[in-house]
């Protein structure tokens, strides 16, 4: 894999965590409004 | 539309401005294209130091007012605070794999405090779990969360306590090791994901009110059920 696609990766694995915190955080508010 | 989607849809936008500056920012003559990475890796690990110390104010307000808002304020930023941590480390695992050539080492101070500030928060989660009692959840997250916050500053200042692997601050007051172009970019990257933090610590308290709303209804309800038996119908017994 080439330096600039690791670099690419990185970037899309660390908003992509960010991403599912902010989905997650929308299912469980959804959850307890019923 | 709620505070919450404007904070995070602000938050996105900033997000999409401190990707294109990170892209377009000058690489590094050594590190390459690696030098990129930085503009997570210093932004993320700055937003947990931030989350972390909200968590120790949130902490003592709710020793000293005892009141469920600041707990709230103090668990929520714990969360945001360790998923930041976590991408932190991990971003700095794949960068110094490329240009340490070990994406680890136990013997650096920097990695090795970063590494048990991120547990030790874990740890505060873990215990806000395992107790049911909302004030004694309270009080016991709040003791910790006073304690842990030293961590912060230790973590901060490893590099200069401790001369190991990990580099020293880039930025400095007697000047910067980095060309402007780089410095502009991580610095808007450092607001993107400060406002970032800003959104889900809202995000995450309007959470845990609905969460709060949502238990008192349920035990509510278990309490109806319950009811005393009628006189007459222990009479027959």
Known sequence: MSDTAVVIVTFLVSYGLIGSYAVYLHLKLRKAKG | ?????????????????????????????????????????????????????????????????KTPKWDRLAASSVEVGVLFTGISLLTGMIWGNAVWGTAWDWGDARLTTTAVMFFVYLGYLALRNSIDDPKVRAKRSAILGIIAVVQVPLTYFAVNLFRTLHQTQSIRPDGSTMPDEMIVAMMVNLGAFTLLYV??????????????????????????????PKLDEVRDV
């Open chain 2, 1 to 65: 539309m709620t505070k919450v989607r404007v904070l995070l849809g602000l938050a996105g936008v900033a997000l999409v401005v401190g990707l294109w500056f990170a892209l377009t920012a000058p690489a590094d003559a050594l590190q390459g294209e690696y030098s990129r990475i930085i503009n997570i890796h210093v932004p993320t690990i700055w937003v947990a130091y931030v989350a972390f110390v909200v968590t120790s104010v949130g902490s003592l307000m709710w020793m000293w007012k």
């Open chain 2, 199 to 228: 959104a889900l610590l809202v995000a995450r308290i309007e959470v845990a009110v609905a969460e709060e709303a949502a238990s008192a209804r349920d035990t509510a309800l278990a309490g109806d059920a319950v009811k005393p």
